[in-house]
């Protein structure tokens, strides 16, 4: 990416580009620790400009605090942007964020009254040839906040040459501009000095570069900036822009943000692409004019139609995320496409979003894996993290699991936590790599301490599994609470459940509500479904049957059996809602189309007794038949009533008695009674009136009416 327009020359160390990016990162961290600031801001700079999102977040701290670099807002500023843009780790852009502000409130308590303005720095432009300046008016319907009306400096004091000149007359442009390709600086001064007394906007500037660059003279920015001041006044568009940096550096004249944006103002006014660039920064970080992200779209933009290639993926971004203007996808993917076009690896990246979601545009997952590979092989970080997935999935190509390794790897060591957490699944199956239980939970270890989502909810499952590590469930519960908080929905699903079971942490049901919620909230059934029943049983939250029912609904709704079985059981007894039979068979015959064994049970008794449906005995059998695997109570009893009494089979006491004592001791009334009377009469087994008697005990206790009648007989001969 070119930075010319904010950033001052870089100093790259032979060394730096040869490290591998964690050597470079360790070395920057231990040089920052040890309290140098140069070579750590150095080692971060060339990181930075690879695309490493660590390294931009902490060149942004650098550049806030003044280690290391000279304190400058602006290119703090730019480089957090830069950073918040290139990850999906929200949580690391506001930790970095807050660093900063804390960093900054800090410094300016120890510095005072004493701390020196920031400065936004930009390379003087080489000595120019003959310019044109003739001003272009700039006519437009979108309306621009104009910045605070400020007037302009007067003239700067212009210091005496330092170096023998010709006299005006013998002096000639040309000749000092070939001298200048010599590099014979004396000669070039001693011929633009006078030219630049005598009003030669060429020469003021070209002068001023001298100065500015210690071309032939020691580099004085006061002399510099009086010289720009002298060309801008007179129009020259390249001096304005120049003279603008100097006052909003502070460089040569004291800092002043609003003067900085009348001269890119007059500048920008006059086409001056790099001065409508900086134009759209001020007003999009409110430096010398009121924050206005319309007014920063609008500069940027008149920026990119000029073909500024970083204006362009900049407006793109904007489009995307409506700032400045309403979000349009369309015009998003247009200038993406048109950054794309001058090479821009960034803009390729975000095209490939777009074409792998199918958002704004038709989805194709080959496009999208086209434009990765495109992107990865200019060093885009992200590109090369998709396009190691896209060849774990086969999406857009077919699967090749050692390719995917290969750019996983290459992702994972510039520390792109979600390539490391992918390539940490692929070490952990054995896909593309020799399986390695104990490297592989490494990496979602590294993953999971810097804060990926992903890593964290993986680690919580496999400690609680014992997969490739020991079971430890307090440990499981801390990093599955961890992806909780950042959002993860599964996570926060888990979290509730273990809350809920005191599993690896002290149970607590109104923390697990509150976890089910956020879970449910996000669409995963299986907290939804146990939302629902929390609010049935008064579990952490107030009893209520309308909740509750809610939340049935919306599982039952999405197909789960469990869900539609249990709003059949409300519909049938009117528990939070009002009783309706046929609801209540039609919940059941879903859940049963599922094979649900105790929906199955409940539909027999619905067609047994005729509710919400025809009265079928044969159906009723056959469903009770059905669903005996799984013990329900009433289908129990029901069944062993039909053998009883030899009602649609052949009568069998032996049977019935069976199967009333696997609904007795599960504690059901009428199965307790039915037992009681075949042990009263010797029915299917050997005839016991105490046994009878308490059988019939046990249903009485639960008001059932039959057996309280002969249990009053059998004590009362």
């Given at each position: 990416m070119r930075l010319n327009r904010i950033i001052t020359s870089l100093?790259?160390?032979?060394?730096?580009?040869?490290?591998?990016?964690q050597q470079q990162i360790d070395a920057a961290k231990a040089a920052y620790q040890q309290g140098d600031y140069t070579k750590a801001a150095e080692l971060w700079q060339a990181l930075a400009l690879d695309g490493n999102t660590t390294a931009q977040f902490e060149l942004a701290k650098l550049y806030s605090?003044?280690?290391?670099?000279?304190?400058?807002?602006?290119?703090?500023?730019y480089w957090l942007e830069q950073a918040a843009s290139n990850s999906t780790d929200f949580a690391e852009s506001a930790r970095a964020r807050q660093d900063i502000v804390q960093g900054v409130a800090d410094l300016r308590e120890a510095q005072a009254a004493q701390r020196s303005e920031p400065e936004i720095q930009a390379p003087v432009d080489t000595p120019a040839?003959?310019?044109?300046?003739?001003?272009?008016?700039?006519?437009?319907?979108?309306a621009v906040k104009a910045a605070t009306p400020v007037a302009p400096a007067a003239a700067l004091a212009i210091k005496a040459p330092e170096l023998p000149v010709l006299a005006v007359a013998e002096a000639s442009f040309d000749v000092g501009l070939r001298a200048f390709g010599r590099?014979?600086?004396?000669?070039?001064?001693?011929?633009?000095?006078?030219?630049a007394q005598a009003g030669v906007v060429d020469a003021q500037f070209n002068l001023a570069a001298l100065y500015a660059n210690g071309h032939g003279v020691a580099v004085d920015d006061s002399a510099a900036t009086a010289w720009f001041n002298a060309a801008a006044e007179q129009g020259l568009a390249q001096?304005?822009?120049?003279?603008?940096?100097?006052?909003?550096?502070?460089?040569?004249?004291?800092?002043?943000?609003a003067l900085a944006v009348y001269w890119y103002q007059k500048a920008a006014a006059q086409q001056h692409v790099l001065a409508q660039y900086n134009l759209g920064f001020m007003y999009a970080n409110g430096r010398g004019v009121t924050q206005d992200e319309a007014s920063a779209l609008l500069w940027y933009e008149r920026a990119a139609n000029q073909g500024d290639v970083d204006a362009q993926y900049i407006v793109a971004g904007r489009y995307q995320t409506g700032r400045g203007a309403p979000v349009d996808?369309?015009?998003?993917?247009?200038?993406?496409?048109?950054?794309?076009?001058q090479g821009h690896s960034r803009a390729g990246f975000q095209l490939a979003q777009f074409y792998l979601t199918g958002q704004g545009v038709s989805k194709n997952e080959n496009r999208a894996f086209d434009l990765y590979n495109r992107a990865a092989?200019?060093?885009?970080?992200?590109?090369?993290?998709?396009?190691?997935?896209?060849?774990s999935l086969g999406r857009g190509v077919r699967a090749n699991d050692s390719k995917a390794v290969e750019f996983l790897q290459l992702a994972c060591d510039k520390q792109d936590l979600a390539a490391c957490y992918h390539l940490a699944l692929h070490i952990l199956e054995g896909r593309g790599i020799k399986a390695d239980a104990v490297r592989g939970a490494q990496l979602l270890q590294r993953a999971a301490n810097e804060g990926n989502s992903e890593a964290q909810f993986r680690l919580g499952v496999m400690l609680s599994q014992g997969q490739g590590v020991a079971v430890d469930e307090t440990a499981a519960f801390g990093w599955l609470l961890k992806a909780a908080e950042q959002g993860h929905a599964e996570a926060q699903y888990l979290t509730?459940?273990?809350?809920?079971?005191?599993?690896?942490?002290?149970?607590?049901?109104?923390?697990?509500?509150?976890?089910?919620?956020?879970?449910?909230e996000q669409g995963v059934l299986y907290a939804q479904y146990n939302l629902g029943f929390m609010y049935g049983a008064g579990r952490g939250v107030a009893q209520d049957d309308e909740q509750a029912l809610y939340w049935y609904t919306k599982v039952a709704e999405q197909g789960d059996a469990d869900a539609q079985f249990n709003l059949g059981l409300r519909y049938e007894t009117g528990r939070g809602v009002r009783q309706d039979d046929q609801q209540a068979v039609a919940w059941y015959q879903k859940a049963a189309g599922q094979n649900h064994l105790r929906a199955i049970a409940h539909l027999g008794y619905m067609y047994e007794k005729g509710y919400g449906v025809s009265l079928d005995e044969k159906r009723a059998l056959a469903l009770y038949q059905q669903s005996l695997p799984a013990k329900v109570p009433r289908a129990l009893t029901a069944l062993g009533l039909f053998y009883k009494n030899g009602r649609l089979v052949k009568a069998d006491d032996k049977r019935a008695v069976e199967l009333f004592a696997q609904a007795a001791e599960q504690g059901y009334a009428n199965a307790q009674y039915n037992l009681g009377w075949m042990y009263e009469y010797g029915r299917g087994v050997a005839k016991d009136l105490v046994k009878a008697r308490d059988l019939y005990q046990l249903a009485a206790e639960q008001s059932e009416p039959l057996a309280q009648a002969q249990l009053s007989r059998l004590l009362n001969p």
């Open positions: 100093m790259l160390t032979s060394f730096v580009l040869a490290a591998q990016p605090l003044g280690h290391g670099v000279e304190q400058d807002a602006l290119q703090a500023a040839t003959a310019v044109a300046t003739t001003a272009a008016a700039i006519t437009t319907t979108t590099q014979n600086y004396v000669d070039a001064y001693s011929h633009w000095y006078p030219l001096a304005q822009y120049q003279l603008a940096l100097a006052h909003a550096n502070g460089k040569g004249v004291a800092q002043d943000d996808i369309n015009k998003a993917i247009g200038w993406y496409q048109r950054a794309l076009e092989a200019q060093g885009v970080t992200e590109a090369q993290r998709e396009l190691g997935i896209s060849y509730g459940l273990r809350l809920a079971n005191g599993t690896g942490t002290a149970q607590n049901d109104a923390e697990a509500v509150k976890w089910y919620r956020a879970a449910a």
